[in-house]
């Protein structure tokens, strides 16, 4: 009896043993857990989720940094040999009237401004139609002066060529009855062409107009004798075209506001344009109504003679070929594969993105803080920035006429061959989200119909939003641009951007993509890909940050500047300092033409003052480090600056929230 008992209470004894070691090895499993997943969160998805890391860091080099190699090459478009002073006595007066997009505009207004200087004429202030053909814009603002201001254009090119508001009143009524030679030069006529037939109509006639609709009226490419006229194009684009001072207020408001959260940001610019896809043929890139509307547009193009090819050809192929632009799902990847984490702070520019806020949805999962004008600006500022406008009457919906039963019964039997669809019962109203969208024409016509008076307004509104994405893309700390040198024969926003930021600060971090390297990566289907040597995403490493320099300008020097030299302002706009040891060697293409390298050496007043200004900078910085860094480590990229109801929407609603408010369809 007793042994039993012992028995029992050993077996009781194990028991509560093996209770308390279960008890103690789940908790050392729960404890050790707990300690993975934070080690996780804080190490091993550093990459994603960091902490605000400072200037100094390698990550923020590799990152924001500057691009050593560029780092030599300073801003210099001043004059570098004899350059005359005008004046008053020469052949006469040129005026013009320009046609096209914001990027349009510019690049013809420095062709304009560098033809004045070589036929010795007066320039009177050229004609923006996008803003003169809009009925009712603020009457404060004449074609020129509603994007650009005036005084500042004419003051700047003093010494280069005289400029006037317009034409003498002797000579505005005979300008009215067209008695005045018309020129409707191509972007690639050449100096010889003004030297030979438009001089001599000059100097007979006093007054000549031009009409611009390529986005310029002179080739890009200039024989060496004529580099002082390159330089004056860069002095027109770089240093005389200012905003007018609402659109500057607003534009380094913008980009206050981008950087008040206390890290860098990113502009990213789709590119995505009908006209553009219309002319590579990615319409089957999209889905629903878009492909029917980059489809028509094709064949618009196809009647007016500016494709010569098949209306339907393969869009995958001439994504391959690199002739459609990276999606923006895509550059999502692409800045991942990069490092740039999920919080990084996007500026989405460009006015229009061809299938609205849906395209970019892919992006927006990916990285959250994405934004642009809209979302940085409130509708009262942006109402300001146009100022005051006749109302004009909203385009109403018309119903379509009732047809009769005999002309339905006709039409059913012209349809074409079985089987096809049964008709509508003829009862069934027609909805008015049917026929009322701006793409509801495409449903029942084949003909697009006529601009509307808000059609042309809203045109000239969008000159001032890419003025607005200019100022913010130029300064932003990382430019990547979604579809460059498209090919199309004309300047692009983002080559504009891209030539602006290497002319202004050359090492600032312009990525330079082969879209065309970018869809063999994104199509490879190697089942080696883990292995170092073809590791994905160090192959996308390794082609975005080549693009950043050397071999990125020796590839925009070939395909941009062929098209638009303010893409591409290397070597004749710029110098480089001394005493950088990766001063490069003149890199020349198969024709002999300098693609990179060969700059002038700075002049000496030039180095001082660098010299000065670096010394100044770097002080402050480390001053800054010093003063920051007991709590940076503290500080989450995330975190958003208390809101403030009179500065933005974007400042007081989270990104979160103004997704929800997003209209796919807009």
Not at 55 to 71: C, D, F, M, N, T
Not at 492 to 511: C, I, K, P, Q
Not at 590 to 614: F, N, R
């Amino acid at each position: 009896m007793i042994f039993k008992s012992k028995i029992k209470w050993a077996a009781l004894l194990g028991l509560v043993f093996s209770l308390f070691s279960l008890l103690v090895h789940l908790l050392l499993a729960n404890y050790s857990t707990a300690e993975l997943v934070q080690y996780n969160a804080m190490v091993g998805l550093a990459e994603d989720f960091t902490p605000k890391f400072g200037r100094e860091s390698i990550r923020y080099r590799k990152l924001w940094g500057a691009v050593k190699p560029l780092e030599s090459l300073q801003p210099y478009a001043n004059p570098r040999s004899r350059y005359p002073v005008p004046n008053d006595q020469n052949n006469g007066f040129i005026y013009a009237k320009i046609f096209g997009r914001f990027e349009k505009i510019r690049s013809s207004i420095c062709d304009l401004v560098t033809i004045s200087r070589l036929l010795n004429a007066t320039l009177v202030i050229p004609e923006i139609q996008d803003s003169t053909r809009s009925k009712g814009i603020s009457s404060k603002f004449k074609s020129f002066s509603y994007l650009y201001n005036e005084e500042q254009f004419i003051a700047a090119l003093t010494n280069d060529v005289i400029i006037v508001k317009s034409l003498p009143d002797s000579l505005k009524e005979a300008r009215k009855r067209k008695e005045f030679p018309l020129f409707k030069p191509k972007s690639s006529a050449s100096p010889s062409f003004y030297i030979k037939e438009v001089l001599p109509e000059l100097k007979r006639r006093m007054v000549i107009g031009l009409v611009l609709n390529d986005g310029g009226c002179l080739q890009s490419i200039l024989p060496p004798s004529l580099a002082e006229y390159q330089r004056l194009r860069c002095r027109v684009a770089f240093h005389a075209l200012h905003f007018r001072p609402e659109i500057q207020a607003l534009g380094h408001q913008i980009v206050e506001r981008l950087r008040v959260w206390g890290q860098p940001y990113l502009a990213f610019h789709p590119g995505i344009v009908r006209d553009t896809l219309a002319y590579h043929g990615c319409a089957e890139l999209f889905q629903d109504v878009h492909t029917e509307l980059i489809q028509h547009r094709r064949k618009q193009m196809m009647k007016e003679g500016i494709i010569n090819e098949k209306l339907s050809v393969d869009s995958h192929v001439r994504k391959i070929n690199g002739s459609c632009p990276l999606m923006p799902e895509e550059v999502g990847l692409l800045l991942r594969a990069m490092g740039y984490p999920p919080n990084t702070i996007i500026y989405v520019a460009g006015s229009e993105v061809f299938g609205g806020q849906r395209v970019l949805i892919p992006l927006r999962a990916m990285y959250v803080n994405l934004v642009d004008q809209t979302s940085l600006c409130s509708k009262q500022e942006l109402s300001d920035l146009i100022g005051p406008e006749t109302p004009l009457p909203q385009d109403t919906f018309h119903f379509p006429q009732a047809k009769s039963e005999k002309q339905l019964i006709e039409e059913w039997k012209k349809a074409g061959p079985r089987p096809r669809p049964l008709p509508p019962p003829p009862d069934r109203p027609i909805y008015r989200h049917e026929k009322e969208g701006w793409y509801g024409w495409i449903a029942e016509s084949d003909k697009e119909p006529d601009p509307s008076p808000m059609d042309f307004r809203m045109q000239a509104h969008r000159l001032l939003w890419d003025a607005l994405d200019y100022i913010v893309s130029v300064e932003a700390d990382a430019f990547f641009p979604g579809f460059n040198n498209d090919g199309s024969g004309g300047p692009d926003f983002a080559g504009l951007v891209m030539g602006h930021r290497l002319y202004e600060m050359a090492s600032a971090r312009t990525y330079r993509p082969d879209r065309k390297v970018l869809s063999q990566l994104f199509n490879s289907t190697s089942d080696h890909m883990y292995y170092p040597k073809l590791n994905w995403t160090i192959s996308v490493r390794e082609h975005l940050n080549k693009s950043l320099g050397e071999d990125g300008l020796v590839r925009e020097s070939n395909l941009s500047k062929q098209i638009s030299f303010l893409s591409h302002p290397l070597p004749e706009c710029s110098c480089r300092t001394p005493g950088f040891a990766d001063i490069p060697n003149p890199v020349r293409g198969i024709d002999g033409q300098l693609l990179y390298g060969g700059e002038d050496e700075c002049p000496k007043w030039m180095e001082h003052g660098l010299a000065t200004v670096s010394l100044k900078a770097g002080s402050a910085q480390e001053s800054k480090v010093d003063e920051k860094d007991s709590t940076e480590d503290d500080t989450d990229l995330d975190e958003l600056p208390e809101s403030d109801d009179n500065v933005s929407r974007m400042d007081s609603t989270p990104p979160s929230e103004q997704d929800e408010e997003m209209d796919p369809d807009d």
